[in-house]
Nanobody, 127 residues
Framework: QVQLVESGGGSVQAGGSLRLSCRASGGPSSYSCMGWFRQAPGKEREAVASINKADTANYADSVKGRFTISKDNADGFLYLHMASLQPEDTAMYYC?????????????????????WGQGTQVTVSS
């Protein structure tokens, strides 16, 4: 019954912006951590950003200052606003979540601890 559904991907030119959305069943408050991950062709999946229940966010060095993760408990959405997009950002982006029963730390862990994953949304940035 747990569902994560991403939307908002697309094709943009370098320097453009996109906002990704993730509809999470039960709302973000049902999870200790939520995050965005991405995987480019031929590369390993990597963490992009995470946010905990206290709204503390962490970002990969490659996206700091350009991407912003946020959540809205009222409408049940997790967001990733991406600005100043570069061709290197081209990847399939996934929303993921850790249920509150599986993680009790203050800082969000690595991707192996995320129990729920969406199907992904493609982001393509042309030069």
């Amino acid at each position: 019954q747990v569902q994560l559904v991403e939307s908002g991907g697309g094709s943009v030119q370098a320097g453009g912006s996109l906002r990704l959305s993730c509809r999470a069943s039960g709302g973000p408050s049902s999870y200790s951590c939520m995050g965005w991950f991405r995987q480019a062709p031929g590369k390993e999946r990597e963490a992009v950003a995470s946010i905990n229940k206290a709204d503390t966010a962490n970002y990969a060095d490659s996206v700091k200052g350009r991407f912003t993760i946020s959540k809205d408990n009222a409408d049940g959405f997790l967001y990733l606003h991406m600005a100043s997009l570069q061709p290197e950002d081209t990847a399939m982006y996934y929303c993921a979540a850790i249920p509150s029963s599986l993680w009790y730390g203050l800082n969000c862990p690595g991707q192996q601890f995320y129990a729920y994953w969406g199907q992904g949304t493609q982001v393509t940035v042309s030069s």
